[in-house]
């Protein structure tokens, strides 16, 4: 980093960030916004679009149901207000990749309204207010080539349904706007209306940043950051932002209102002049679409089918299931984890739910990383019989574990295994104590060892029996067993 | 007057079109005498009379989602005045430094 940074970190104490995110978030519908042109991620060229994407003389727009759906989902889910009558706007500028010269939007009547995200930082729960959510469609997409006078652009984004979620500035550093965003992402994938990838760019997420001494309730001049197209470098992104306004403002400068670009690769932002004096959307309200009513009955049907939100399942696995706040927060990471792991708890076996948190945490979210969870062999209840097992003194935790591979191998049940491979764990005392006593005799000078004082001889005797029965002595047993022959 | 010479230059720009100043001149004096014209609507009392955006009265109609055929890129491309491969070829456009 350069000196610019660590000078401003040394003055950051006396300053606060102020942030807000726009996120604009693809819906994962399969027709477009306003038409039935098909909606295919990483279709060839040119191949996802229709008259009305074009632009084309004659076409008319017509909103797609689910789309609407899509955002009344969040919408309540955020607690918003929603609009019974909401309206599309034109909102008016030029550029390559937008076919009709204007953008269909959301202006001054949105559909959703002062809504309030819930997230967790560093353990402990925020919130966040929202603005507003709107909808609109996307642009095209352009490809500018190094070296060459020309860009090249494909349409087949043109035209995708897209929500746009704008945050209050509520947000007062980079690691808080970080937590905030993934909450939304979680939340977007939770409620099964987008993908949330931001490397896809199905969310994308713009940051006005600005920056007050500590202790000042008015608002400084804000930047706005766009281009931040990866998770990775959000926080990132805005924390260099925070430092350069601090930066301007200690060296007597001051911040000037602009837009600004990441720059992933540089890790530095760079100011995007706009050739227009002010943006000047000539925003109206577009003729070719009536207002959008919602009835209240759709809205109670939305909110009826909405799932429980990973906010309340979070609280309800640290209350109800005695689940560390940490554990609850990454089981509900997503929400088919969430249901995964709440079906092993609902199995018959009755597994101890802290014991199953920490099989799936550890054991299971490995083998699952590049596959779907519903594609594992190892299905809820087979975990919670496993568990069980292991609760019950039938297997050991170390066969378990091996039992665990096996299951992922074969699909089949521990207790098939368990059965036909007489993998039950040894708890017969006569047989330990056979096994020990040879073991003892085998190593004398070890036994001597122990008998004179070396206490941590223990370990190698308990390793040496169980490995002597074949993994399958219970642990606790052999120890007890072998502390009382070694002390006789 | 309703409108300046140099706010019909903005919109001018903001449209993407170049007037002469002669067209300047013209359109300053007959986009003025159209805003006299609203003026004399503001001239009525709307009170209470909610603001019309759409002449006829109806909610706007939904569609089902489900995805047509999409054109073939060729006829999407047809009147593309340059193209490179499957994609628009247009002058470059890329802003900021």
């Known amino acids: 980093m350069s000196a610019t940074t660590t000078s401003a970190a040394t003055a950051a104490p006396d300053f606060e960030a102020v942030i807000g995110l726009e996120v604009h978030c693809q819906l994962r519908t399969a027709s477009k916004m306003f038409s039935a042109a098909p ?82 930082l560093d353990g402990q729960p925020r919130e966040a207010r929202l603005t507003r959510i709107h909808l609109e469609e996307d642009a095209g997409k352009n490809t500018h080539l190094p070296g060459r006078a020309t860009s090249l652009v494909d349409l087949n984004r043109a035209g995708v349904p897209l929500i746009e979620i704008v945050g209050e500035p509520d947000l007062r550093s980079a690691a808080e706007a970080g937590a905030y965003l993934r909450a939304l992402r979680q939340l977007v994938r939770w409620l099964e209306i987008s993908d949330g990838n931001m490397e896809e760019g199905s969310l994308r997420a713009d940051a006005n940043v600005s920056i007050r001494p500590r202790g000042q309730s008015a608002l400084g001049t804000k930047t706005e950051l766009k281009n931040i197209n990866s998770f990775k470098f959000v926080e990132k992104a805005i924390e260099h932002e925070i430092a350069r306004q601090i930066d301007v403002v200690t060296s007597g400068g001051r911040v000037v209102q602009e837009t600004r670009s990441w720059d992933a690769e540089r890790g530095t932002s760079f100011s995007m002049r706009s050739k227009e004096q002010a943006h000047d959307y000539r925003y109206f309200p577009d003729p070719d679409l009536p207002p959008v009513v919602v009835s209240p009955d759709w809205i109670a049907r939305v909110t009826s089918a909405l799932p429980e939100l990973p906010a309340q399942r979070r609280t309800r696995f640290v209350e109800a299931l005695g689940l560390p706040a940490h554990d609850a927060e990454v089981l509900t990471g997503e929400r088919a984890l969430a249901d995964w792991y709440e079906a092993a708890v609902a199995a018959p076996s009755k597994a101890d739910p802290r014991k199953l948190s920490s099989w799936v945490q550890s054991e299971l979210l490995r083998v699952v990383k590049d596959t779907p969870l519903a594609e594992c062999p190892i299905k809820p209840d087979m975990l919670a019989e496993l568990v069980a097992l292991i609760d019950a003194g039938t297997i050991s935790g170390k066969i378990a574990k091996d039992l665990f591979a096996r299951m992922l191998q074969s699909g089949e049940r521990p207790k098939v295994i368990v059965d036909r491979e007489g993998l039950t764990q040894v708890s017969d005392t006569s047989a330990i104590e056979a096994a020990a006593r040879a073991i003892i005799e085998a190593k004398p000078k070890e036994a001597a060892a122990y008998k004179a004082g070396k206490q941590q001889m223990l370990g190698f005797f308990v390793g040496q029996t169980i490995k002597a029965m074949g993994g399958k002595a219970n642990p606790q047993l052999v120890n007890d067993i072998l502390k009382k022959l070694l002390e006789s | 007057m309703a409108i300046t010479r140099d706010e019909v230059k903005e919109i001018a720009e903001l449209a993407r079109l170049s007037l002469s100043d002669e067209e300047v001149t013209r359109f300053t004096g007959q986009l003025g005498s159209i805003l006299e014209h609203i003026d004399a609507l503001s001239a009525l009392d709307t009170t209470g009379i909610e603001p019309t955006t759409h002449a006829v009265p109806m909610d706007c109609p939904l569609r089902e989602d489900v995805a047509g055929a999409a054109l073939p890129a060729e006829r999407a491309l047809a009147a593309a005045p340059v193209r490179s491969g499957d994609f628009f070829e247009v002058p470059k456009f890329v802003s900021g430094s």
């Open chain 1, 39 to 120: 909606t295919h991620f990483g279709a060839a060229p040119n191949s996802q679009t229709d008259p009305v994407v074009l632009g084309l003389p004659g076409a008319l727009p017509v909103v797609n149901r689910q789309a609407i759906e899509f955002a009344l989902r969040i919408g309540v889910a955020t607690r918003s207000k929603i609009r019974a009558r909401s309206r599309f706007a034109r909102k008016h500028y030029f550029y390559p990749d937008l076919p009709k010269g204007y953008q269909i939007s959301q202006y001054d009547e949105p559909l959703c309204e002062h809504g309030l995200v819930q997230f967790v």
